[in-house]
């Protein structure tokens, strides 16, 4: 159940509100607007009066309902309306009117406006012109002339709407900490509907701001882009000439005057102004020394397979600048990704974008190089491979992401959490489209049954516990062709296998065959050492991944079911 608290000023403000909860809505959405609360429960109804003129009788609600004010004069506060939507979730059952009229009693009296058997507190009625929610409108002066005590009143109506849904068995929505972006108005989503479209104005901004910051390097970019994916940019621009800050439309989006509708950044997003945005770029600017010339598919994997370390070893202010550009990673990799995988993807980077902010600053300096090699994955078509590349990076944000999950809920960031969570699902149906190909032309190039028994072996002594299970997996033909490229290039394939086993358990992976195989395929790029150089570290690095070295967040993943074990070849 999600309450939201608007404050209005004017001479008019309580008759204009009072005209949109009685009238047909901008789109001819309001069906049978009527009153299920007031104040003394005999308020005038402009929508249960069917004797008189609708109008007349809005106008004596409204007269009631601004007595208070009007008695106070040139001494009324300039802010007198206190409007509050309450919505329904979309899953929660169609509530009674009876049932809407208790849930409004116990919101205003939560924020303060209408405290429980307080006969003197502001005048206010609950209307309902929907299934799915009502319209609280309420006057902020009492009925004796002071002004209600509604201190700290969005988070006492958050935490009483808490309530309302255990108590109702309705949907329970996770606390907020006060972090997340705008939601779009009730008008925004209509409008979007109107249009055909199932996001509105302000998500489809948020996102494509986003996405223009991840791939720039400074604000010149940063509006280039924006303009280049079809978004209107118009600075705003001081008496001294310098750019304070910015607003976007989107083409065709247009008011009733046909006019652009434009959103200024920190409307999109609190991180989205001009100055969070210029700051955010001078702090993962270049670092002092450049980045080493390689794979950009690997250095970007490589960096996000290192993001669990940094959430359970790491302080939290380095946690918070992991999640802030595993979250500029996501906005981007739609661009890489093929149709099938991209929806899932723009999806999984929408979700996670909530999973970004907290109250912890940011300290980003060690997530430079995921953004960076993100940015060249961008900006070098030949990058883009034959999807081993992408399969390989989601493999690897899937586990970040688990993780991201875990340290959200040690921290009791619901909201957080909960994001991370989902964020998850649409990684896995992305990497399916992805990985399924990769996988398939892997294992029509798979090493003969002699090759195939020698790789066994060298499994049976690293994890004499999951042999059998990764070699009945149908990803198996798949690893073995890994490792056999691998070992075509001059790596140890049972040294390969104890530094990809070594690297983070096993019991992190959703699938750990599909895991090993990207491990390998990601080891096996680099430079090869010498002979001897390599065998002791297939010792050294073996570890057994039957121990979980974070048994709170691989709990976090769905396991693995267990394959019945039936020998192939």
Known sequence: MIPKIILSRGDRATRRLIGYLYGPGSANEHTDPHMVASWNGFAP????????NPKDVEDQLVAQLDQAVRMLGDKAPETTVWHCPVRAAPEDPILTDAQWADIARRIVAAAGIAPESDEEACRWVAVRHADDHIHIAATLVRQDGRRPRRDHDIRAVQREARKIEIDLGLRRLKSGDGTAAKRPTSKEHFKAKRQGRDTTTREILRARVRRAVAAASNEREVFALLEASGV???????QSGDVLGYSVALPGDINKGGEPVWFSGSTLAGDLSLPKIRQHLADVGPPSVPMRPADPWHQATAATERIPDHFTRGDDHTAQGQLVVLGEALDLLPLTAPAKARKELERAAAVFERATRSRITADLDSARVLRRSVQTILRTPTTTGDGAGLAMLLDAAVIAVAFASHWHRTHQHAQQEAAAEQTLIHLRNA??????????????????????RRYARHLQQAVPELVDRILQDPAWDALATALADAETAGHNPATLLGQALGQRTLDDARNLTRTLTWRIHHLGQRHTGSPRA???TARSTTRRPGIPSHPSAAATLAATPQ???VRRR
């Open 431 to 452: 990497n399916e489209h992805v990985a399924a190909p990769v996988l398939k032309d892997l294992a029509h190039r798979t090493p003969g049954p002699e090759t195939q």
């Open 45 to 52: 109804d402009p929508g249960r009066s069917p004797h008189r």
């Open 563 to 565: 394959q019945p074990k």
């Open 534 to 536: 390599q065998a002791p």
């Open 232 to 238: 209107k940019v118009r600075p705003k621009v001081g």
